[in-house]
């Protein structure tokens, strides 16, 4: 869970007086809003780090990680090219600023799958705006 804007200022300047550095959750916008990309064969951003993906049959995923999300809420879609295959959410084991684990099962129609791609992110608590997205290709 997030803390209300004020007490998260708050919050920071007294950690910034007592000589600790403010988590990159808490970086310029500028800086949350660049693409994800991989790194070093791992699929990682500001808020989801240690993405596994595991074909575990025909159309069939688990995924599993960790994520730093408002209210412990990770979102994601699959999608394959104009298509939406899969719209939902999952809940992790803790809220941002913590990071918590996650695992999403997925069964998609295998018949049908081209070129699926997975897409985690955090929907905006000011907006509802899709924010930190983490695009993953899925095996086929």
Known sequence: MRFPQKLLVLSLLAAASVGMTASPLFASATALEQPAGESGGKYENESFRNISVTKTG?????????????????????????????????????????????????????????????????ESAESGQRIHELKIPLPK
Not at 88 to 107: C, E, K, M, R, Y
């Open 58 to 122: 025909a159309g069939q995923y688990t995924v599993k990680g960790e994520a730093r999300v408002f209210e412990a809420t990770v979102r994601f879609v699959v999608t394959d090219g104009d298509a939406t295959l899969a719209d939902s959410f999952v809940t992790a084991s803790q809220g941002g600023p913590a990071w918590g684990t996650f695992s999403i099962n997925l069964n998609l129609d295998a018949s049908k799958l081209k070129e699926p791609v997975l897409v985690l992110f955090e």
